[in-house]
């Protein structure tokens, strides 16, 4: 393994990775590397950490024994909020990432209105 990804977290969740990669390999489908190092930058105390190989062309070979493409997914998402009201949050995200006001046609609104009946109903409204 020439590539590999150093996870940094550190809390129990962490194990779910391992495992699964470990379960996948253990069922005979194709899984990344795992495994489980002391991790030390700057003279700092050992960390245990997750490394996971790096899914590029080397691992491709090894695993597809053929030739083809590898197509990844590029991280360019904006976390930044639109606003800090939950009212403005609320109307500035929407499923499919679309930015999109309070009459979209996308569902919402009708599901709110559904929602709201239904606590009138219940008397919470």
């Known amino acids: 393994m020439s590539e590999f990804v150093v996870r ?5 969740t962490a194990l ?3 495992v699964a990669l470990d ?5 005979g489908l194709s899984a ?3 495994a489980y190092i002391a991790l030390s930058v ?12 790096n899914p590029g062309d080397e691992w491709v070979d090894r695993v597809f024994n053929a030739d083809g493409k590898l197509y990844k997914a590029e991280a ?7 606003g800090n009201r939950p009212r403005g949050i609320r109307r500035g995200v929407r499923p499919g990432g679309r930015r ?3 009459d979209s046609a996308d569902g919402v609104p009708a599901v709110r ?3 709201q009946r239904r606590r009138l109903r219940r008397g919470s409204g």
Do not use: K
């Not at 940094?8 to 129990?12: E, G, V």
């Not at 700057?42 to 190989?53: F, G, K, Q, T, Y």
């Not at 360019?76 to 639109?82: A, C, K, Q």
């Open 113 to 115: 209105q559904r929602l």
């Open 76 to 82: 360019t998402g904006d976390y930044t909020l639109p």
């Open 32 to 34: 990344q590397r795992a």
């Open 100 to 102: 999109q006001g309070p």
């Open 23 to 27: 379960l996948l390999a253990a069922s």
């Open 8 to 12: 940094s977290n550190s809390s129990a």
């Open 16 to 18: 779910n990775e391992a």
């Open 42 to 53: 700057n003279d700092s105390a050992p960390a245990l950490r997750l490394i996971v190989e």
